[in-house]
Protein backbone atom coordinates (compact mmCIF):
# COMPACT_ATOMS: atom_id res chain seq x y z
CA UNK A 1 0.00 0.00 0.00
CA UNK A 2 0.87 3.61 -0.78
CA UNK A 3 1.40 6.61 1.44
CA UNK A 4 -0.11 8.44 -0.40
CA UNK A 5 -3.09 6.08 -0.46
CA UNK A 6 -3.32 6.29 3.34
CA UNK A 7 -2.76 10.06 3.72
CA UNK A 8 -5.36 12.36 2.38
CA UNK A 9 -4.99 15.84 2.74
CA UNK A 10 -7.87 16.27 5.73
CA UNK A 11 -5.31 14.50 7.58
CA UNK A 12 -2.48 17.15 6.95
CA UNK A 13 -1.90 20.07 9.23
CA UNK A 14 1.20 22.54 8.13
CA UNK A 15 3.13 25.10 10.31
CA UNK A 16 1.25 24.14 13.72
CA UNK A 17 2.07 26.23 16.53
CA UNK A 18 2.19 23.10 19.33
CA UNK A 19 4.29 23.25 23.09
CA UNK A 20 4.30 20.21 23.90
CA UNK A 21 4.44 15.98 23.09
CA UNK A 22 1.15 15.83 24.46
CA UNK A 23 -0.86 18.20 22.29
CA UNK A 24 1.06 17.00 18.89
CA UNK A 25 -0.52 13.78 19.56
CA UNK A 26 -3.78 15.48 20.20
CA UNK A 27 -3.44 17.31 17.01
CA UNK A 28 -2.22 13.98 15.48
CA UNK A 29 -5.27 11.98 16.82
CA UNK A 30 -7.54 14.96 15.59
CA UNK A 31 -6.56 14.68 12.36
CA UNK A 32 -7.29 11.48 12.06
CA UNK A 33 -10.46 11.57 13.77
CA UNK A 34 -10.87 14.09 11.42
CA UNK A 35 -10.16 11.89 8.30
CA UNK A 36 -12.85 9.29 10.08
CA UNK A 37 -9.81 7.15 10.78
CA UNK A 38 -9.77 6.54 14.28
CA UNK A 39 -12.27 6.32 16.70
CA UNK A 40 -10.39 6.05 20.22
CA UNK A 41 -6.63 7.55 20.77
CA UNK A 42 -5.85 4.69 23.94
CA UNK A 43 -3.53 3.09 21.92
CA UNK A 44 -1.16 5.44 20.80
CA UNK A 45 -0.96 6.46 24.35
CA UNK A 46 -0.20 3.28 25.46
CA UNK A 47 2.39 3.12 22.80
CA UNK A 48 3.73 6.17 23.82
CA UNK A 49 3.87 5.25 27.11
CA UNK A 50 6.28 2.25 26.10
CA UNK A 51 9.04 4.55 25.12
CA UNK A 52 8.78 7.80 22.58
CA UNK A 53 8.84 6.93 19.28
CA UNK A 54 10.92 10.37 17.98
CA UNK A 55 13.58 8.94 15.69
CA UNK A 56 15.54 11.90 15.21
CA UNK A 57 16.61 14.26 12.85
CA UNK A 58 13.19 16.05 13.57
CA UNK A 59 11.33 13.13 12.94
CA UNK A 60 8.33 11.54 15.12
CA UNK A 61 6.02 8.56 13.74
CA UNK A 62 4.01 8.20 16.68
CA UNK A 63 2.28 4.57 15.37
CA UNK A 64 -0.12 2.12 17.04
CA UNK A 65 -2.36 -0.76 16.14
CA UNK A 66 -5.93 -0.78 17.67
CA UNK A 67 -9.11 -2.34 17.21
CA UNK A 68 -10.43 1.72 17.05
CA UNK A 69 -8.65 2.36 13.70
CA UNK A 70 -11.80 2.41 11.61
CA UNK A 71 -9.93 3.24 9.00
CA UNK A 72 -6.24 2.48 8.43
CA UNK A 73 -4.38 5.78 7.50
CA UNK A 74 -1.92 8.52 8.41
CA UNK A 75 -1.93 11.85 9.66
CA UNK A 76 1.02 14.85 9.34
CA UNK A 77 1.98 17.62 11.05
CA UNK A 78 5.39 20.06 10.44
CA UNK A 79 5.84 22.54 13.14
CA UNK A 80 8.34 24.91 12.51
CA UNK A 81 10.11 25.40 15.65
CA UNK A 82 9.67 22.14 16.55
CA UNK A 83 8.19 19.94 19.86
CA UNK A 84 10.24 18.39 22.18
CA UNK A 85 9.39 14.39 21.60
CA UNK A 86 12.12 13.16 23.13
CA UNK A 87 14.17 12.18 20.72
CA UNK A 88 17.09 10.42 21.09
CA UNK A 89 19.44 12.90 20.03
CA UNK A 90 17.77 15.49 22.17
CA UNK A 91 16.52 17.64 18.86
CA UNK A 92 12.86 19.38 18.76
CA UNK A 93 10.32 17.03 16.26
CA UNK A 94 9.13 19.45 13.44
CA UNK A 95 7.84 16.65 11.14
CA UNK A 96 5.64 13.76 13.03
CA UNK A 97 3.60 11.42 10.67
CA UNK A 98 0.89 9.27 12.89
CA UNK A 99 0.32 5.74 11.60
CA UNK A 100 -3.34 4.14 12.51
CA UNK A 101 -3.43 0.51 11.67
CA UNK A 102 -6.24 -2.33 12.46
CA UNK A 103 -4.49 -5.20 14.53
CA UNK A 104 -4.55 -7.54 11.87
CA UNK A 105 -2.15 -7.70 9.59
CA UNK A 106 1.52 -5.93 9.21
CA UNK A 107 0.55 -2.52 7.48
CA UNK A 108 2.12 -0.27 10.32
CA UNK A 109 5.69 -1.44 9.75
CA UNK A 110 5.47 -1.63 6.11
CA UNK A 111 3.88 1.57 6.43
CA UNK A 112 6.85 2.54 9.23
CA UNK A 113 9.70 1.33 6.58
CA UNK A 114 8.49 3.16 3.61
CA UNK A 115 8.12 6.62 5.62
CA UNK A 116 11.83 5.58 7.54
CA UNK A 117 13.44 5.14 3.60
CA UNK A 118 12.30 8.13 2.21
CA UNK A 119 12.70 9.68 5.72
CA UNK A 120 16.51 9.27 5.94
CA UNK A 121 17.51 12.17 2.85
CA UNK A 122 17.88 15.28 4.08
CA UNK A 123 16.91 17.05 0.88
CA UNK A 124 12.90 15.10 0.99
CA UNK A 125 12.44 16.42 4.55
CA UNK A 126 13.74 19.97 3.79
CA UNK A 127 10.96 19.94 0.90
CA UNK A 128 8.33 18.64 3.86
CA UNK A 129 9.33 21.32 6.00
CA UNK A 130 9.05 23.77 3.50
CA UNK A 131 5.60 22.61 1.98
CA UNK A 132 3.07 25.43 1.70
CA UNK A 133 0.05 23.74 1.08
CA UNK A 134 -1.47 20.49 1.64
CA UNK A 135 -1.06 19.42 -2.02
CA UNK A 136 2.35 20.62 -1.98
CA UNK A 137 2.90 18.66 0.60
CA UNK A 138 1.48 15.13 -0.85
CA UNK A 139 2.86 15.77 -4.07
CA UNK A 140 6.45 15.53 -2.37
CA UNK A 141 5.35 12.52 -0.56
CA UNK A 142 4.20 10.73 -4.12
CA UNK A 143 7.15 11.70 -5.90
CA UNK A 144 9.80 10.65 -4.06
CA UNK A 145 7.28 7.10 -2.85
CA UNK A 146 7.39 6.91 -7.03
CA UNK A 147 10.92 7.48 -6.76
CA UNK A 148 11.85 4.92 -3.96
CA UNK A 149 9.34 2.11 -4.76
CA UNK A 150 8.30 2.29 -8.59
CA UNK A 151 5.74 -0.03 -10.07
CA UNK A 152 7.41 -3.24 -10.40
CA UNK A 153 5.95 -5.43 -13.86
CA UNK A 154 4.27 -8.51 -12.22
CA UNK A 155 6.18 -11.25 -12.84
CA UNK A 156 5.17 -14.95 -12.18
CA UNK A 157 7.64 -15.62 -9.20
CA UNK A 158 9.19 -19.40 -9.09
CA UNK A 159 8.14 -21.10 -6.15
CA UNK A 160 11.19 -22.66 -3.85
CA UNK A 161 11.26 -25.31 -1.44
CA UNK A 162 12.46 -24.22 2.29
CA UNK A 163 11.94 -21.29 4.23
CA UNK A 164 12.57 -17.08 4.05
CA UNK A 165 12.79 -15.52 7.13
CA UNK A 166 13.49 -12.73 8.13
CA UNK A 167 12.87 -10.91 11.51
CA UNK A 168 14.38 -6.94 12.34
CA UNK A 169 12.30 -5.16 15.16
CA UNK A 170 13.13 -2.23 17.32
CA UNK A 171 9.71 -1.40 18.38
CA UNK A 172 8.87 -2.19 21.82
CA UNK A 173 5.71 -4.04 21.27
Known amino acids: MKIIDL ?6 AL ?3 LTDKEEAIDKLISLHE ?15 AQGSTAIGEGIAVPHAKSDSVKTPGLSAITVPNGVDYGAPDSKPSDILFMIAAPVDGDLHLEILSRLMVM ?13 KTTDEFLSIIDKKEAEKYPEEPKAEVPKKEGYRILAVTACPT
Open 7 to 12: LKKDAI
Open 15 to 17: NVS
Open 34 to 48: KAGNLADKAAILARE
Open 119 to 131: LMEPEFCASLRGA
